[in-house]
């Protein structure tokens, strides 16, 4: 198995402590058909084999973190899976999920 820096990603959070800059950096690593995960560390409550329409509609109903759905769509965008010819919000999407500063 290859696994691949693909980007660091910064964005920020609020909670009622208030306005948090946060880093992440993420790995592309192509897995094979039979790979099953196991939960190793407690921090995962299921593990779902999903579609990318699936994927997309998650995000769309909130079911990620917020963090796991910048990282999501980063790669959703990075594979072409999201692409401004047939997402209108293209454009918007990018801004936010790539904001400098941070």
């Known amino acids: 198995m290859n696994c691949k820096e693909s980007i660091a990603m910064s964005y920020c959070y609020e909670d009622d402590d208030g306005i ?3 880093g992440e950096f993420l790995y592309d690593i192509q897995l094979p058909t039979t790979f ?3 939960n190793a560390d407690s921090e995962m409550e299921k593990f779902y084999l999903w579609t990318i329409p699936q994927v997309k509609q998650a995000i769309i109903e909130d ?3 917020p963090n796991c759905a910048v990282a999501v769509l980063d790669f959703l965008i ?3 899976f999201i692409t401004p010819e047939h997402e209108s919000n293209y ?3 990018l801004s936010q999920i ?3 500063g941070h």
Do not use: A, G, L, Y
């Open 98 to 100: 790539h904001m400098p």
């Open 63 to 65: 079911d990620f973190k």
């Open 91 to 93: 454009f918007d999407i």
């Open 20 to 22: 948090h800059p946060e």
């Open 36 to 38: 099953t995960p196991t």
């Open 78 to 80: 990075r594979h072409s």
